[in-house]
């Protein structure tokens, strides 16, 4: 069952759809927490947490997805945001989820942006006990270099574009948005937010991570032309947090999964790891009963 709730932060009020599973469901002990990317709101890249959201709440989870202030219906302006905005919304986001299913372990799924949001939310809340996190930057890092790897990748799909019978039928019919071509073009596919706000900044976002007690699964696109740098970055940090490295690389796949076979694959990796989870801490509880 899916319905619309309404939470507040800092005097605005933010959107959520709630999943909650059907009474004759087993429900699993973990809430899951869906974090969109800059320029998206609840339903995800081309609909997957909508899609996700229906797929863990029949495997028994509480799921929210939620917009971040200034984006979808939720209250705010969409210039005053930043990352820490976005992890100030998720920590409400937490407190609802917590208050409201009497839950005590919630796991963040973050897509991009999203993902940067989880790591700098995860150490703020002691129920935030794990992460899902699809084509996450580097935090904390110089990203000179896969800034740069994913400007040439965007100026490359233009320029296939420029061959494509589709871009000239849209020029022709006045449909062409030269606009966000352009800003896509110089930017290197950021928002404006994204290139960084002072408050964010301040962040220790390594130390965050670092410090994060439970377990993360990354998951990236083979031609996500920032995964092998991203993945050699998080891989070093795990391992410098003494913490198990889980990732999983969707063979073909692009940055956003822009494909039915690659967002099944994504969605079901995320699903089948997050009921790994609710298996340990039912485990983990069962030991605890018999001591």
């Known amino acids: 069952m899916v319905q619309h709730i309404y939470f507040s932060n800092q005097g605005a009020r933010l959107l959520g759809a709630y999943h909650q599973p059907e009474a004759d469901t087993t429900v699993c002990p973990i809430g899951v927490i869906m974090l969109h990317g800059w320029a998206g709101y609840r339903i995800g890249a081309h609909q997957m947490f909508t899609k996700l959201g ?3 709440e029949a495997a028994g989870f509480h799921c929210l997805r939620f917009d971040f202030r200034g984006r979808g219906d939720s209250e705010g302006n969409a210039e005053d945001a930043t990352l820490s905005t976005m992890i100030s919304d998720t920590v409400a986001a937490v407190d609802w989820m917590v208050a409201h299913t009497g839950l005590h372990r919630i796991a963040l799924v973050g897509d ?11 150490t703020l809340r002691p129920q935030i006990d794990s992460m899902v996190l699809w084509s996450a930057p580097t935090v904390g890092a110089d990203r000179t270099e896969s800034d740069r ?3 040439w990748y965007i100026i490359r799909q233009y320029m296939r574009k420029l061959f494509s019978p589709t871009t000239w039928a849209k020029l022709v019919r006045g449909r062409l948005r030269f606009g966000m071509i352009k800003r896509a073009l110089l930017s290197g596919g950021k928002g404006a937010g994204e290139q960084g706000a002072l408050e964010d900044e301040a962040i220790d976002w390594v130390g965050r991570f670092l410090s994060f007690p439970g377990q993360v699964q990354f998951i990236y696109g083979e031609n996500d032309p920032t995964a092998r740098d991203c993945i050699a970055y998080y891989k070093s940090l795990s391992k410098h947090a003494g913490r198990p490295f889980y990732s999983h690389v969707v063979a073909g796949a692009n940055h956003a999964f822009y494909s039915v076979k690659w967002e099944e694959e994504v969605m079901a990796v995320t699903r089948d790891w997050l009921i790994g989870q609710c298996t ?3 485990t983990e509880v069962h030991a605890a009963s018999n001591r």
């Open 54 to 56: 229906r797929m863990a």
């Open 112 to 122: 991009c942006s999203g993902a940067e949001v989880a790591i700098g939310a995860c």
């Open 149 to 151: 790897a994913k400007k």
């Open 280 to 282: 340990k801490v039912e």
